[in-house]
């Protein structure tokens, strides 16, 4: 079987949540959670949500429990904290919640990155997994490693007419309609 884009199959949109996750941006200059937005939006999907929270355990932990207990939320994305500095602690504030990890996100995100920033890439804690139904997807917060991860890894398991499979399928509502 061929993979890639099916276009005989219908598009079927996902709410997707993005949380910056930063000490120092702004809404004027997020340019990673501002890039995400812009490419889910671009591709079909709806923004349910958008906030920036400081790199504290807590805060992180605080708003992805609020959206990951969302009937309006299908996705998180988070940009930022995932690396090696002393204030970044997404990993250490996502990973308690997760009912399951997706570590295949991880080797695919180092891979695709690895072409793109070479082995500057181990220097990211990018991970995934699932909260409840709800899916989340950590992410560098450098807006090149954003690009990556949605051009190269994330637009297309987004995306329902992606074959052999897609995320999509296992999103709720979704469930036998996208197989």
């Given amino acids: 079987m061929k993979t890639g884009i099916d276009e005989r199959l219908p598009f079927h949109p996902l709410n997707i949540a993005v949380l910056t996750i930063s000490d120092t941006r702004t809404e004027v200059t ?8 812009d490419r889910l939006t671009s591709a079909g999907h709806v923004l349910a949500a958008r906030a920036i929270v400081a790199d504290e355990v807590g805060a992180i932990a605080t708003q992805v429990r609020a959206w990951a207990a969302s009937a ?3 996705v998180i994305l988070t940009t930022g904290g995932t690396g090696f500095s002393p204030r970044d602690v997404t990993p250490e504030a996502v990973t308690p919640l997760l009912d399951r990890t997706m570590d295949g996100f991880s080797v695919v995100f180092h891979q695709a990155s690895q072409g793109t920033v070479g082995v500057s890439t181990l220097q990211s804690r990018a991970l995934a997994g699932q909260i409840g139904e709800t899916f989340i997807f950590c992410v560098p917060g450098s807006t090149g490693a954003c690009k990556d ?3 190269l ?3 297309e398991e987004f995306d329902s007419r992606f074959r052999p499979c897609s995320l999509v399928g296992q999103i709720p509502r ?3 309609v996208c197989n």
């Fill in 149 to 151: 991860a949605w051009d």
């Fill in 72 to 74: 309006e939320v299908d």
């Fill in 153 to 155: 890894v994330l637009a």
């Fill in 174 to 176: 979704y469930r036998g």
């Fill in 30 to 37: 997020d340019t990673s959670g501002g890039l995400l937005a």
